[in-house]
T-cell receptor
Framework: GAVVSQHPSWVICKSGTSVKIECRSL??????MFWYRQFPKQSLMLMAT?????????EQGVEKDKFLINHASLTLSTLTVTSAHPEDSSFYIC?????????????FGPGTRLTVT | GQQLNQSPQSMFIQEGEDVSMNCTSS?????WLWYKQEPGEGPVLLIA?????ELTSNGRLTAQFGITRKDSFLNISASIPSDVGIYFC??????????????FGTGTRLQVTL
């Protein structure tokens, strides 16, 4: 079954508004979670690393003031897209590392499709 | 950011055929992973590889960690319609660790016809 959940699965918002996306690890704790963005027919691009109890680490070119990340507990990270614009429309996916036999591997949520009108 | 090169970009095959795809990098990775993504879903982990030269199977899937540590291969035997999706390779510089980032490949889109 799923080990990482996301909510909502899709959202439509008006330009200029803010949208919050939740990512939860189910049945395990994650001090680190990752947020990706995926445009149609493209690969996943890492946006930021979410760290429980401390500031997120953003990849080069990702505006930290636009994409606010909060990792308030060991099972929840949130991504808030502030003042959304149509170019922010994308598929946002989170992941959390979970223990496998030889180490930790990233398990992905089902994604959130954001459409900004 | 950096992406790994996957080939082929897309494949159209008949049910029952075997499939091969590969992933290459200009730099070394110490872990190679293969994921499958279906439309509107997040990627699902298929196989993880940790040692150069390692060959690992998961059902009809077999993946290999290239000995140069700059490439990896995925084979699917006797394809079935539910194999349809996009297959991504991913590399990680470090062997393990909860905060280690992944670099994803460009993806191989697989279509299976009856």
């Amino acid at each position: 079954g799923a080990v990482v959940s996301q909510h909502p699965s899709w959202v439509i918002c008006k330009s200029g508004t803010s949208v919050k996306i939740e990512c939860r690890s189910l049945d395990f704790q994650a001090t680190t979670m990752f947020w990706y963005r995926q445009f149609p027919k493209q690969s996943l691009m890492l946006m930021a690393t979410s760290n429980e109890g401390s500031k997120a680490t953003y990849e080069q070119g990702v505006e930290k003031d636009k994409f606010l990340i909060n990792h308030a507990s060991l099972t929840l990270s949130t991504l808030t897209v502030t003042s959304a614009h149509p170019e922010d429309s994308s598929f946002y996916i989170c992941s959390a590392p979970r223990r496998l036999a030889e180490g930790y591997e990233q398990y992905f949520g089902p994604g959130t499709r954001l459409t900004v009108t | 950011g950096q992406q790994l090169n996957q080939s082929p970009q897309s494949m159209f095959i008949q049910e029952g055929e075997d499939v091969s795809m590969n992933c290459t990098s200009s730099s070394i990775f110490n872990t190679w992973l293969w994921y499958k993504q279906e439309p509107g879903e997040g990627p699902v982990l298929l196989i993880a590889l940790y040692k150069a030269g390692e060959l690992t199977s998961n059902g009809r899937l077999t993946a290999q960690f290239g000995i140069t540590r700059k490439d990896s291969f995925l084979n699917i035997s006797a394809s079935i319609p539910s194999d349809v999706g996009i297959y991504f390779c991913a590399g990680r510089k470090f062997l393990t660790g909860t905060a280690s980032k992944l670099t994803f490949g460009t993806g191989t889109r697989l279509q299976v016809t009856l």
